[in-house]
């Protein structure tokens, strides 16, 4: 699984933004078998340990990710993760440095080339039958006190309705990747995703939000099931890339800001689904190659 948040649309610490890593990953999930909790209470965990390209000077490196999900009763949703590269050419690679990877304090010490991201996420259905749901994620770019600081932000409300002919879901979403100094002088602008060691990445791509890091995004999203095979999903998102004006930005050269619209049809049957998608997006990008303008997209899919 490569999208860990509450959020149907963005992670800030794992999504598809990038391409897959080949990796071991495991998963367990049960329930708990107290009397003291509702009988719908249960828990959640996943690990995962897997190489990324070109996030250690053009060579590979580790990614060691890990996400526990917790839900005492339903609607309310706790998630703690974390994610640390580590390994690669020049770098340990033996049990000490996977152990300080997942458990231990890295910002000093024979492990201090270790990159850690972690954070927490939380959703809530409000209940009484009211079709609203709240969800928020806080990553930290950075590790003080073997706890994360230096955080990067999304938050999002999204209403679904049922009842109606055509069944919809409206959403906003906020996304903030920019980090502001500490008051020790630590962290700052083009923290999010950057460290002195490794990249965040994947062949050149965020494994985060597709923002990257000194960005912004506020987003709307409407999706309706227009029949028992068709769904249709409208985005549109006014995005700032580059803020800081940093000339090393991934995306950008320079700070940017505009629109991007997008609308998208799904079909399924049986087993397959086909899907159609037209955007647009009103400003260039010139380090990701991305122009100004209309795009169509077509991709389909097999379950067996």
Same mark, same amino acid.
């Given at each position: 699984?490569?999208?860990?948040?509450?959020?149907?649309?963005?992670?800030?610490?794992?999504?598809?933004?990038?391409?897959?890593?080949?990796?071991?990953?495991?998963?367990?999930?049960?329930?708990?078998?107290?009397?003291?909790?509702?009988?719908?209470?249960?828990?959640?965990?996943?690990?995962?340990?897997?190489?990324?390209?070109?996030?250690?000077?053009?060579? &590979?490196?580790?990614?060691?990710?890990?996400?526990?999900?917790?839900?005492?009763?339903?609607?309310?949703?706790?998630?703690?993760?974390?994610?640390?590269?580590?390994?690669?050419?020049?770098?340990?690679?033996?049990?000490?440095?996977?152990?300080?990877?997942?458990?231990?304090?890295?910002?000093?010490?024979?492990?201090?080339?270790?990159?850690?991201?972690?954070?927490?996420?939380?959703?809530?259905?409000?209940?009484?039958?009211? $079709?609203?749901?709240?969800?928020?994620?806080?990553?930290?770019?950075?590790?003080?006190?073997?706890?994360?600081?230096?955080?990067? @932000?999304?938050?999002?409300?999204?209403?679904?309705?049922?009842?109606?002919?055509? $069944?919809?879901? /409206?959403?906003?979403?906020?996304?903030?990747?920019?980090?502001?100094?500490?008051?020790?002088?630590?962290?700052?602008?083009?923290?999010?995703?950057?460290?002195?060691? @490794?990249?965040?990445?994947?062949?050149? &791509?965020?494994?985060?939000?597709?923002?990257?890091?000194?960005?912004?995004?506020?987003?709307? @999203?409407?999706?309706?099931?227009?029949?028992?095979?068709?769904?249709?999903?409208?985005?549109?998102?006014?995005? /700032?890339?580059?803020?800081?004006?940093?000339?090393?930005?991934?995306?950008?050269?320079?700070?940017?800001?505009?629109?991007?619209?997008?609308?998208? /049809?799904?079909?399924?049957?049986?087993?397959?689904?086909?899907?159609?998608?037209?955007?647009?997006?009103?400003?260039?990008?010139? &380090?990701?190659?991305? &122009?100004?303008?209309?795009?169509?997209?077509?991709?389909?899919?097999?379950?067996?």
């Amino acid at each position: 699984d490569r999208h860990w948040s509450f959020s149907d649309h963005t992670s800030l610490i794992l999504s598809k933004n990038a391409r897959p890593s080949d990796s071991i990953y495991l998963k367990l999930e049960n329930r708990f078998g107290y009397n003291w909790l509702p009988s719908d209470a249960n828990w959640s965990f996943e690990v995962f340990n897997g190489y990324t390209e070109s996030s250690l000077n053009s060579s &590979k490196s580790m990614l060691l990710g890990a996400r526990a999900i917790l839900s005492p009763f339903e609607g309310l949703d706790f998630e703690l993760i974390q994610a640390s590269q580590w390994g690669g050419d020049g770098y340990n690679s033996g049990i000490s440095s996977l152990s300080a990877a997942l458990f231990f304090d890295t910002n000093i010490g024979s492990n201090s080339n270790i990159n850690k991201l972690a954070g927490f996420g939380i959703s809530y259905l409000i209940p009484n039958n009211i $079709p609203l749901r709240i969800y928020s994620q806080a990553i930290g770019e950075d590790e003080a006190g073997n706890l994360p600081s230096c955080y990067a @932000y999304l938050a999002g409300l999204e209403w679904t309705n049922s009842k109606i002919k055509h $069944p919809t879901i /409206v959403g906003i979403e906020s996304i903030d990747t920019r980090v502001n100094t500490s008051s020790n002088g630590n962290c700052g602008a083009n923290t999010m995703y950057n460290n002195s060691v @490794y990249d965040y990445t994947n062949y050149g &791509k965020t494994m985060g939000a597709a923002i990257d890091t000194e960005g912004t995004s506020l987003a709307l @999203y409407v999706s309706s099931q227009i029949s028992e095979k068709i769904n249709i999903k409208f985005a549109t998102k006014s995005v /700032v890339i580059n803020d800081n004006n940093w000339s090393g930005h991934r995306l950008s050269s320079n700070r940017k800001s505009g629109l991007i619209n997008s609308l998208g /049809v799904s079909w399924i049957k049986n087993n397959i689904s086909f899907n159609g998608n037209i955007y647009n997006q009103d400003f260039n990008l010139d &380090k990701a190659n991305i &122009k100004s303008g209309y795009g169509v997209g077509f991709s389909s899919s097999m379950i067996f």
